[in-house]
């Protein structure tokens, strides 16, 4: 390792991981092809007060979706 460089996977608007600057491709590959918004954290995040103010339910069910699937053992 000699300096870490910021790694963002295909289809994020930033960089999720510091990474090796000599780190092979087929490790980056695995990070990219297995990257997961959601699972990660860095998904979309509402406070108590926005969850209790959404009247759409089309967002109380997404938002839903997002935490079922975040949170599954």
């Known amino acids: 390792m000699k300096q870490l460089v910021p790694f963002t ?5 930033g960089p999720v ?3 090796s ?3 092979p491709d087929y490790i980056l590959q695995v990070i ?12 979309t995040h509402y ?5 209790t103010s959404i009247h759409d339910q089309e967002m ?4 839903n979706e997002e935490y079922a699937s975040g949170n599954a053992w």
């Open 60 to 63: 109380i069910e997404e938002y």
């Open 47 to 51: 406070t108590v007060e926005e969850i």
């Open 21 to 23: 600057d000599n780190l």
């Open 32 to 43: 990219d092809n297995n990257w997961d918004k959601i699972s990660s954290g860095l998904g």
């Open 9 to 13: 996977p295909t289809n994020c608007n």
């Open 17 to 19: 991981a510091l990474v």
